[in-house]
């Protein structure tokens, strides 16, 4: 006997269809509104940095305005994302689109990395042989940048962040903050001391906390693509619970993973004892055995498979 169960209550927005999953404070269209607006505002700023770039001889400069072109492509890849993950589920696609959201936080991820790259090598090259750099120009277009970031950090943050999609553009957004600020620093020094070494450096610093974005994006994009337990789930205590129910014998072939962001999905198989099925009692029990996994556990689909202790002689590969 097979029970399909959701623990989510579908007029929060989520249904099979693939409109939803559980209710945030953030609704879809104005997570759009705040990354369009986001996207507008550094793409603007990103054409002017690199006319003064290329001008001042800024190498932090354009180290982010390159940042910020792929902070630009992350969130139009967010934006495309996040309107495969709306489309309903049809044929073959029983989820929908909604993993499209995991593959763009992933590309960010791959993104931060390329970038940082290019740039880390860049800045060694310069470091070994530093080039004259404008310090008055670097200063002024980068004190402009840390206000511009401010600005799009400020709309993704009141965007639904607990979206692995959002937060993949969110975290280049900050990121290219923080390398704006050090773009700043470098550019003072430059203009009281003349060391134009600063500016490479100043590079350096971004590519570490490019790095560090990067390795988080990959880290949890990872786990849903591979379809690792979510975080915060603990298996042995699930399982524990699901034992503790009365007439449950035997609990295997647990496996919890997570669809898409705030999206996880459970299926077990469940040995109880054969005078539930006789009795008609097996309907009462799948109902306790989902309250249970309510109970206890954030878990927005899950599917029960009750069986007898006899049909383990059927299902050979148990676990």
Known sequence: MTGHHDTGHHDTGHDHAGQGGHSHGVSADADRRYLIGAITLLGLFMIGEVIVAFASGSLA???????????????????????????????RWTFGWKRAEILSAAGNGVTLLVVSGIVAFEAIRRLISPPEVEGGAVVIVALVGVAVNIAAAWMLARANRTSLNV???????VTDLYGFIGTVIAGVVILLTGWTRADPIASLIVV?????????????????????????????????????????????????????????????HVVVEDECFADGHAPQLLDQLQACLHGHFDVEHSTFQLEPASHSAHEPGTH
């Open 61 to 91: 400069l354009l180290s982010d305005a390159g940042h910020m072109l792929s902070d630009v492509g992350a969130i139009a890849a967010a934006l495309w994302a996040m309107h495969l993950a709306a489309q309903p589920a049809r044929g």
């Open 167 to 173: 937060e993949g553009a969110y975290q280049h957004i």
């Open 208 to 268: 570490a906390l490019m790095l560090y974005a990067a390795w988080g994006l990959l880290r949890d994009s990872g786990r849903i693509l591979l379809e690792g337990a979510p975080l915060g789930v603990d298996l042995d205590s699930l399982r524990s619970h699901l034992l503790e129910t009365e007439h449950v014998r035997a609990v295997h072939d647990l496996h919890v993973w997570t669809v898409t962001s705030d999206l996880p999905a459970l299926s077990v």
